[in-house]
């Protein structure tokens, strides 16, 4: 197949979507060098600021690799670098706490829809991984970063039964971004103790294959740990009267 050229002088959208695709189809292969400014300026007769913009676009779409000290690459399509990057932009849009409760609400409507999938699917590997993420879990319970890190663990390893690459995506670029931005608990061991102990009743439910139970555990489990983030919040701002909403 050759490649599309254009008679008129494209815009920096069309170049970027000409080469995007051209990487998606395989004529730009992953891990060659990507085209220098040079060739792509004579290939589309366009000026660099028109190459650099397109070539901004691309690498924004997760479609190039730069290596320090080393001639930018072709990277392979990835959709969850699409998504790490939407999560990035749209970073100003769930600041304050409407925000969060957006991404919270997106939450609990995936993943009440996934556990119930994963109770009627999961296969005997994926039910002995997320028993691997509560042991885990358990192992630092006094540790507020590790045990987040683990706790978003335990929860992919559900989403991770559907197989879709979406939802896992969706996954990791705003379960992350959630996590990071929660407040430290009152009480982090009891908080987290208890996170765990419903860890192991959805897992439990998952084994006894009861979706609706499974479900119902896992909506209490993300609305409580939501409410109870509220209720701190009011209460630092009952000891604080001066403090700005958000």
């Known amino acids: 197949m050759s490649r599309e050229t254009v008679t008129a002088e494209p815009s920096a959208e069309h170049i970027a979507n000409i080469l995007a695709a051209e990487v998606h189809s395989g004529q730009l292969v992953v891990g060659e060098a990507f085209p220098t400014e040079r060739e792509l300026c004579d290939r589309f007769s366009v000026s660099r600021n028109v190459v650099r913009a397109a070539i901004t676009s691309v690498e924004s779409m997760g ?8 001639r930018p690459r072709v990277a392979a399509p990835s959709l969850a670098k699409v998504m790490d ?12 706490s409407q925000g969060r409760a957006h ?4 939450r609990l409507f995936l993943e009440t829809s996934i556990v119930r ?7 005997n590997a994926q039910k002995a991984k997320m ?17 987040r890190e683990a706790d978003v ?14 939802f896992l995506a969706l996954h990791d670029s705003f379960v992350n971004r959630l996590m990071k931005s929660r407040p430290t608990p009152n009480d982090a061991l009891s908080h987290n103790s208890r996170s765990n102990e ?5 897992v439990r439910a998952v084994l006894d294959r009861d979706a609706d139970l499974a479900v119902s555990l896992v909506s209490d489990h993300l609305i409580r740990n939501y409410d109870d983030l509220f209720r701190q919040s ?11 909403s958000d």
């Open 63 to 70: 479609l190039i690799d730069h290596l320090k000290g080393f």
């Open 117 to 123: 999938y994963a109770t009627e699917h999961a296969t």
């Open 85 to 96: 990057r939407v999560g990035d932009a749209a970073g100003l849009f769930f600041e304050g």
């Open 198 to 202: 419903d860890h192991r009743k959805i």
């Open 234 to 244: 009011l209460d630092r701002r009952s000891s604080n009267p001066d403090q700005n």
């Open 153 to 166: 663990k335990f929860h992919r390893s559900i989403v991770e039964v559907t197989g879709n690459p979406v």
């Open 103 to 106: 991404l919270e609400q997106a």
């Open 131 to 147: 028993v691997e993420h509560i042991d885990a879990c358990e192992a630092c319970l006094g540790d507020i970063a590790a045990f």
